[in-house]
Nanobody, 123 residues
Framework: QVHLVESGGGLVQAGGSLRVSCAASGRTDIMNDVGWFRQAPGKEREFVATIRWNGGSTYYADSVKGRFTISSDNAKNTVFLQMNSLKPEDTAVYYC????????????????WGQGTQVAVSS
């Protein structure tokens, strides 16, 4: 199994930047696609971005395209999400997870969820 731990969240002003990290441990040799999701208060968890662990291919939700960048450091078993031009609507708990079925990019297509890290963007 793979264990994921998110970190780096915090409070930032609108227009600012923040980078969150997802550290993996355990059976990292079986990792493939790693995704970032977020869940705002009272809302469903939604897809943000994903990266192919061994190849670098990336895919982003339209809401963050051009503002967020997902990257990985395989030697450190870590995936990052650089968030720029942050908006109040980006406020959420951010989670990372492993893709378990290659159908889509919904919560049901991922597993091995971390505990999440809080990101708050003020006006």
């Amino acid at each position: 199994q793979v264990h994921l731990v998110e970190s780096g969240g915090g409070l930032v002003q609108a227009g600012g930047s923040l980078r969150v990290s997802c550290a993996a441990s355990g059976r990292t040799d079986i990792m493939n696609d790693v995704g970032w999701f977020r869940q705002a208060p009272g809302k469903e968890r939604e897809f943000v971005a994903t990266i192919r662990w061994n190849g670098g291919s990336t895919y982003y939700a339209d809401s963050v395209k051009g503002r967020f960048t997902i990257s990985s450091d395989n030697a450190k078993n870590t995936v990052f999400l650089q968030m720029n031009s942050l908006k109040p609507e980006d406020t959420a708990v951010y989670y990372c997870a492993l893709r378990t079925r290659r159908i889509g990019f919904t919560t049901t297509d991922f597993g091995s969820w971390g505990q999440g890290t809080q990101v708050a963007v003020s006006s």
